[in-house]
């Protein structure tokens, strides 16, 4: 029944139906999501997963590129640029932006009905709504996660189906079958996490490709099975989140609670579990009134799960980097920033990030909720001491970024693939989103060629 409440909200929740505030905020995670897959197109790993599709035709484009391919492979090599670079917007999904943007934007390229502006909102609103109702039905982030599965992947994929099915027009019974095919093209998982490998640049692409697939599929008529979030052998909840599955958490409040809305925005090109303690750090440097040579050393209490998410040492790679809650709060005090050139190759190298990282010290704190933000702790130099939790961290729903804030992000990463002019001109479209007649005029900004 759960299951048929959520494929009947995706065909007839309506523009009118979205809060005003709401709206802006899609269009500002939208232009989020754009800016991050621009300058991800860039990267190498979107470079490399573009040569497993070299020579293969297509009529759909790779932003930030002039290639063009199948629809379904642009979903994946949208997502993958999208997540590239750690820049993508949390909170969702996990990482709803990556995934349903990219899905959306490919289903457009083979919709035979026009799409304005208030629908694609309406469809991305749709996408982070059903990510994050599977991920909370699994129990929720910390639970989900801490069983060892990537949820942008494994609850990613349902959100890239419903926005889809949405774009594509299907009904509710075609849209049933769509997230019934998606359980079986859920994966992903954090071993990625050891080594600093890839991989977990690739979960966004293959859940927004997998989403897509299974919308499609079901509009052919393929079915998918009606039980799949029922406890059942072989159903979703009972194979992956047997332990900690809350179904009622699919429906609850449906329409009244938009998922969207608890979505952040990074300031930071690092894990989202990082940027408490970069706030709390910029701040207590402020408290002491000190700069970082009148730093002794830094401590962080954390509950475990952040310590197995971000506890690494490992800064070889831009992916271990970027997991790394040391090497944050060090590219903190040796650049004073952790913006993307902090987490350079040259700046990874550098002499007094190894020093820095050796003087930061991890500790477990059990009593601390596994949902919850570290407790950093300064001491100068002279002997002074300072801690402070940062709740809400720049870029959450409480403290978001200015618009001005935001735009400086985003071109900041979209000159990196396309000139200023071209730029802006995007970034205008997206602000006005809602009033666009043919959201398919959006391509032109993104093309290089």
Not at 232 to 258: C, R, S
Not at 347 to 362: F, G, V, Y
Not at 377 to 394: F, M
Request: aromatic share 6%; hydrophobic share 45%; glycine share 10%.
């Amino acid at each position: 029944m759960r299951m048929e409440r959520l494929a009947q909200f995706c065909v007839d929740t309506r523009f009118e139906d979205l809060p005003a505030a709401l709206v802006e905020q899609a269009k500002r995670h939208i232009l989020d999501t754009f800016g991050a897959a621009l300058a991800g197109a860039d990267s190498d790993v979107a470079r490399q997963a573009r040569q497993v599709f070299k020579g293969e035709a297509g009529s759909t484009l790779v932003w930030g590129t002039g290639l063009r391919v199948g629809a379904a492979q642009a979903a994946m090599l949208n997502g993958i640029a999208a997540h590239a670079l750690e820049l993508d917007d949390t909170g969702g999904c996990d990482h709803s932006g990556a995934v349903v943007l990219p899905a959306v934007m490919a289903a457009l390229s083979i919709s035979t009905k026009p799409v304005d502006g208030r629908e694609l909102i309406t469809a991305v609103v749709i996408g982070y709504e059903i990510g994050r109702r599977v991920l909370e039905a699994c129990g929720s982030y910390s639970a989900h996660n801490g069983a060892g599965w990537h949820s942008t992947a494994t609850c990613g994929v349902f959100g890239a189906a419903a926005a889809s099915a949405r774009i594509l027009g299907l009904d509710a019974q075609q849209t049933l079958s769509a997230m019934g095919i998606t359980g079986s093209f859920s994966g992903g998982l954090w071993a990625f996490i050891h080594d600093g490998s890839q991989s977990k640049r690739l979960h966004s692409g293959r859940a927004a490709e997998g989403g897509l697939l299974a919308a499609r599929f079901a509009q052919q008529g393929i079915t998918g099975p009606t039980k799949l979030f029922d406890d059942v052998w072989g159903g979703f909840l009972k194979t992956l989140a047997a332990d900690t599955a809350v179904p009622e958490a699919l429906d609850a409040e449906l329409g009244h609670v938009w998922k969207l809305a608890r979505c952040s925005i990074k300031p930071y090109a690092a894990c989202r579990g990082t940027h408490s303690a970069i706030d709390a750090l910029g701040l207590l440097l402020d408290q002491l009134q000190v700069s970082a040579d009148q730093v002794e050393d830094v401590q962080v209490s954390l509950c475990g799960f952040l310590q197995d998410m971000c506890g690494g040492q490992d800064v070889s790679t831009l992916p271990a980097a970027q997991m790394s809650l040391r090497y944050a709060l060090a590219a903190r005090l040796v650049q004073g920033h952790c913006r993307l050139e902090a987490y350079d190759n040259e700046q990874r190298r550098h002499p007094r990030i190894a020093h820095w990282m050796s003087r930061i010290r991890l500790e477990v704190d059990p009593q601390l909720s596994e949902d919850g933000e570290p407790v950093v702790s300064v001491r100068t130099v002279n002997g002074r001491q300072a801690s402070l939790c940062v709740d809400v961290p720049l870029g959450a729903p409480g403290n978001p970024l200015s618009d001005a804030a935001l735009e400086e992000k985003f071109f900041s990463l979209a000159e990196r693939v396309i000139p200023r002019q071209q730029a802006n001109q995007l970034l205008e479209q997206l602000w006005r989103l809602e009033s666009l007649s043919a959201v398919e005029s959006l391509e032109q900004w993104l093309n290089t060629h």
